[in-house]
């Protein structure tokens, strides 16, 4: 399943690191955090799909606390 | 702006003024007790500091916390411990102030632009009217549309899902998809596509597309995701990015120790004497390291790129080309080899029957009736104008025949089964094949249709395709946008594609291919690019979309003409052009060049900035402030840089 949320995400550089950790978590096939879009797509395990998404939002604000996903 | 960039613009504003009034405190020494005791401006420092910088200091320990340090907060807050440490308490707090003066301002900037991308952008429909079965009207979302619908548009209103006129006429406008300022009229039977705006009358439109799949929604999507295609200019910043900050902390570290380690070894071996502790003291050390850490954030460089890019392909949609990728505005910018097909490119794809050879003893109408009657039912432009020639003819018209059964032999013509005879209708090829001798005058320069039927020679029937007015203009302006060779690609014989060549200015013509041959001459002609195994420069393909696929993909750029409302052109092309306008495409190498130019004057400029203040800072020439500048200043002035490109 694949989804894409606003987000809110405020540099360039962390969008970066935030998208390539969220990628290593198991179970996302794709991960995408568009900075200058502000728009967090996800594709992932039908199955897993909001367990695997909490995990990509808590990841990212470890990185960046900042990172906070709209309409979640 | 928005609310909470205006929080952070008064909190730092607050900042500001308090920095600014307890520096002029400090120079102008007003308060005779802190002279005395400079300590005591280490508290009231501290409130600016505070109030300016808790959440980087707070970013900072999460960071820590969390085992991701390498980041600005953690950068900035080591920076300014140690100028407060090293008692440089107005430097200390201008450093945050200014980080986050800039900070503000880099959220405003992108705000920006990402707003300017949007509006122009602003093609989405909000609303549709539905009429329902009892002729009530409906207002619903978009979204909710079902095909089938029919949509009520008024005057001013926005086309809100693709769909097909079934009452009333108008001229709508297309500007906001296509760039093109003259309204297209439209009338019952015609296909209209979202986010074009109705300019009068009332329109009944039938839904034929969700909102979906509409144009408009492709469009957006496109347009959003072409940030995510990377050029290799960007590609090599975030590279760049990852080397450059540790490296920078590693050196400021090695700053910071080593020169003291030395100094101490030198000293207790006797080497060195002791007042040099007195000329190079720890201290001063330790205030370089930390200005060369405010120096090693990369974000002026790692924004500046793909905000740039961003900038070109927004540009390049305000005139209704649509570019699919960061990538795609790079290496048209670099574009050396243009091929082009003919039908539908070059020409308008308009042909229309200009002479009728009948053989002996054959009539006009019989040659027409045999050739459109094998033609019926097909969509390809040379059977619509067979048909068309047959319905106008100047003749008594009898019942066209259906086809039982056709086959396409691609290139060539057509074989059809017409009641119990077999016709066929194509090239001289074809009829080479079939061993029917034909007429062929030398020099044709149009396309010719042979008809045989049942092995006997009826005739040909010569059909021709205007030339785009625009089609001259355009090559030339691609050969003063640096495009090196123009290459026509296409199927018609040899003497029309000539004449067509020569009239435009093509500089190498190749014709009678078939849709294969079209692919091995692309490759041939990447080949020829090739130098010492590397590519130099790159190779585009224009054409209209239909049956263009697989020359599109092999391509470095395929560009697509006429995408509105052609999903096909829009899925298999790098770049689509909204109308069939070829000066376009002249304009998208510009503003690729234009693009590329402003990314690389980014990039050089914050790195000879950069790495300037990092070596003078070392020997002590630069301090702190020239270190905010670096980090800051280069960070806003790359970002005005990139906004250039969306100005008109």
Redesign the interface.
């Known amino acids: 399943m694949k989804k894409k949320f606003e987000c809110e995400i405020d540099c360039a550089n962390c969008a970066a690191l935030v998208q390539d950790a969220i990628n290593k978590i198991e179970g996302v096939q794709s991960a995408k955090v568009n900075f200058l879009m502000q728009k967090f797509t996800l594709e992932a395990e039908d199955a897993r799909f909001e367990e695997i998404l909490t995990e990509a939002i808590r990841i990212g604000k470890t990185i960046e606390p900042d990172f906070k996903v709209l309409g979640v | 702006m928005s609310e909470k960039l205006k929080k952070e613009r008064s909190r730092v504003g607050i900042a500001l003024a308090l920095f600014l009034g307890l520096m002029i405190i400090e120079k102008m020494k007003l308060i005779s007790i802190l002279n005395e005791h400079p300590i005591y401006f280490l508290p009231l420092y501290l409130l600016p500091y505070f109030i300016s910088g808790y959440d980087v200091v ?2 900072c320990i ?1 960071g820590i916390k ?1 085992r ?1 340090p390498f ?2 907060a953690l950068l900035m807050t080591i920076a300014t411990v140690g100028a407060f440490f090293a008692g440089e308490f107005a430097e200390a707090v201008a450093v945050m102030v200014f980080y986050q003066v800039g ?1 503000l301002f ?2 405003y900037a ?1 705000g920006q ?2 707003a300017s ?1 949007k509006e122009l952008m602003n093609i989405v429909p909000e609303y549709a009217n539905v009429e329902r079965a009892d002729g009530s009207v409906e207002t619903i979302d978009p979204d909710e549309v079902e095909i089938g619908d029919i949509l009520l548009i008024k005057a001013g209103e926005k086309v809100p899902v693709d769909g097909i006129v079934r009452s009333g006429e108008s001229m709508i406008n297309t500007a906001a998809l296509t760039g093109e300022s003259v309204p297209r009229s439209v009338f019952p039977g015609e296909n209209i596509i979202s986010g074009c705006i109705n300019g009068e009358g009332l329109l009944r439109v039938e839904a034929t597309k969700c909102f979906e799949d509409s144009t408009v929604s492709k469009i957006l999507e496109l347009v ?1 995701e072409a ?2 295609k990377k050029s290799k200019t960007e590609n090599f910043i ?1 590279r760049f ?1 990852r080397f450059y900050t540790p490296i920078v902390v590693f050196s400021a570290l090695a700053l910071a120790i080593l020169p003291t380690l030395i100094m101490f070894v030198g000293v207790t071996t006797g080497a060195l004497p002791k007042e040099i502790w007195q000329a190079h003291p720890p201290i001063t050390w330790l205030y370089r390291a930390c200005t060369f850490l405010v120096v090693s954030c ?2 002026a460089l ?2 500046s790129v ?2 740039s890019f ?1 900038g070109g392909i927004g540009a390049a949609s305000r005139e209704g080309i649509l570019v699919k990728g960061s990538n795609y505005l790079e290496l048209i910018s670099k574009l050396s080899v243009l091929v082009t097909d003919k039908t539908g490119t070059l020409t308008k794809g308009n042909f229309a029957v200009e002479r009728l050879c009948p053989a002996e003893g054959v009539s006009e109408e019989e040659l027409l009736f045999a050739a459109a009657s094998a033609e019926n039912g097909s969509t390809h432009p040379i059977a619509k104008s067979i048909l068309l020639a047959y319905q106008e003819g100047d003749f008594v018209r009898r019942e066209l025949l259906i086809p039982k059964e056709t086959e396409n032999r691609s290139g060539k013509g057509l074989i059809a089964k017409v009641e119990d005879s077999q016709i066929l209708v194509g090239s001289g090829r074809l009829m080479e094949e079939f061993r029917i001798s034909y007429s062929e005058e030398e020099a044709e320069s149009a396309t010719v249709c042979h008809v045989a039927r049942d092995g006997a020679y009826l005739g040909k029937i010569t059909i021709a395709d205007e030339i785009k007015e625009s089609s001259r203009e355009a090559i030339l302006k691609m050969k003063m946008e640096g495009v090196k060779e123009v290459v026509m690609l296409t199927g018609d014989s040899k003497p029309v594609a000539e004449e067509v060549g020569r009239a435009l200015g093509v500089d190498r013509v190749y014709s009678e291919l078939l849709p294969a041959g079209k692919v091995e001459k692309v490759e041939e002609l990447l080949k020829s690019l090739e130098k010492n195994g590397k590519q130099e420069g790159y190779l585009a393909f224009v054409g209209d979309g239909i049956n263009d696929a697989p020359v599109l993909s092999r391509s470095d750029v395929g560009i697509a003409m006429g995408g509105m409302g052609s999903d096909a052109a829009i899925e298999a092309a790098d770049i689509v052009i909204m109308d069939d306008d070829l000066v376009k495409i002249p304009r998208v190498i510009s503003i690729g060049r234009r693009t590329v130019r402003i990314a690389t004057e980014n990039i050089v400029f914050a790195l000879a900035i950069k790495i300037l203040v990092l070596l003078l800072s070392a020997f002590g020439l630069a301090n702190m402030w020239a270190a905010v500048f670096a980090d800051v200043g280069v960070t806003v002035i790359c970002i005005v840089n990139a906004m250039r490109l969306l100005k008109r």
Request: proline share 8%; with cysteine.
């Open positions: 707070r970013e999460l969390n991701r980041d600005e900070e880099q959220s992108v632009s990402r991308i959003e940030s995510e975030t990015a990369p974000c790692v924004i793909p905000l961003f």
